[in-house]
């Protein structure tokens, strides 16, 4: 390993320097050693955005702490460089893995931040990269908050990963400085409900485990109720099952790890699975349910797929791992129905929002 570092400098610095060592009777390396030392030492601007991403596990836990639990000791909840910290893990989080669908609640979220600071921009004149913006959005005219409407109505609803990774990357970038964004107006922008929406990308885009998950969880204790959902169609029968806090369950009690379990019983076997098939499947599922003719060809995904009846075959069926488990065109349709509305309402779907925000979810 080298001892030493040769560094060139201009002439005109060089010369200062000799200068400067004459007057203070000091040798240049001297002199140089001290205001390095000394510039090394003072914060720049960004310093702490680095600090931030040095150790992001301790980031994830104290964001989790002001946005998700809410325990902000009256200090504003997140810091520009936590934003940027937030962001950037958020559009990685599209590039981990293959064969994903992007949840739709939390790209639009971050598809709205992007139109808000646009629209900023534009109404104060600030400089904005239309190259940049122009190239993803297609942003044609003079008045682009509206070229950038046009463009978000006109979306696909089935947005692969890949694609998403795109769509988010001027927000991710330089495009906008959100230095120069006043306090007030930022806040407005990222409200906390947008960012609880897209705290389950920034786990993601870590490659978040169930470890550090489970290790979160033990540290901060965040209350997630326990509950039991059984959906049954034709003879197959999920169960869902969450670990988590019962209905009067007293302070100081054991702490149950928040945890979820699928367990998928047929006629003639029983299968457990856990949350990353379970989270995807379901994510799946909802497309569908919202927009069927757009998966009208059904979906292979990552850790689940499904095809709907009609499509290959006049049964429909789903997929998790190497399993295949087909069903007749009212039991699939019965299936989709169930897990996606029960998913979406009353205990179940408050346990679900609490584990996405400790797991993960695209």
């Known amino acids: 390993m080298l001892s030493q570092l040769n560094l060139r400098f201009p002439k005109k ?59 902000t000791f009256g200090t504003a909840p997140v810091s520009r460089d936590a934003l940027r910290f937030m962001l950037a893990f958020s559009r990685e989080a599209f590039l981990r893995g293959q064969g994903r669908l992007a949840t739709l609640p939390a790209l639009y979220t971050l598809l709205d ?15 904005v990269d239309t190259h940049y913006l122009k190239g993803i959005f297609r942003l044609t005219g003079e008045n682009q908050v509206e070229d950038f409407d046009h463009f978000r109505a006109a979306l696909n609803p089935v947005i692969d990963q890949s694609y998403a990774e795109h769509l988010l990357r001027p927000l991710e970038s330089d495009c906008f400085m959100l230095a120069e964004v006043p306090d007030a107006v930022l806040a407005a922008i990222f409200t906390l409900p947008r960012l609880k929406a897209i705290f389950p990308l920034v786990l993601r885009g870590q490659n978040w485990t169930e470890e550090q998950a489970a290790a979160m969880a033990q540290e901060l204790r965040p209350t997630l109720p326990a509950v039991t959902e059984v959906i049954e169609a034709g003879t197959l029968r999920l169960e869902i099952r969450v670990d988590g806090q019962h209905p009067g369950q007293r302070p100081g009690a054991w702490y149950d790890t928040p945890k979820m379990h699928l367990i ?60 295949r488990i087909f069903l007749p065109a009212e039991g699939f349709e019965v299936l989709v129905r169930e897990l996606t509305v029960k998913s979406a309402e009353g205990t179940l779907a408050e346990a679900l929002t609490g584990l996405r925000c400790l797991y993960g979810d695209l």
């Open 264 to 323: 998928i019983t047929g006629q003639e076997f029983v299968v457990p699975y856990g949350w990353a098939a379970f989270s995807e499947l379901l994510g799946l599922l909802t497309l569908y349910a919202r927009h069927p003719q757009a998966l009208a060809h059904g979906h292979q995904g990552e850790h689940a797929m499904f095809s709907p009846p009609g499509n290959v075959s006049e049964e429909g069926f789903f997929g998790m791992g190497g399993l």
């Open 113 to 127: 931040i992007t139109r808000d600071l646009l629209a900023w921009q534009s109404e104060h004149d600030q400089p």
């Open 13 to 71: 610095l060089i010369a200062a320097l000799k200068t400067r060592a004459g007057e203070e009777n000091l040798s240049v390396n001297a002199l140089a050693e001290r205001f390095l030392d000394d510039g090394l030492q003072t914060a720049a601007a960004g310093d702490r955005y680095f600090q931030l991403m040095a150790d992001p596990e301790a980031t994830v836990r104290q964001l989790y702490r002001h946005i998700i639990l809410g325990q």
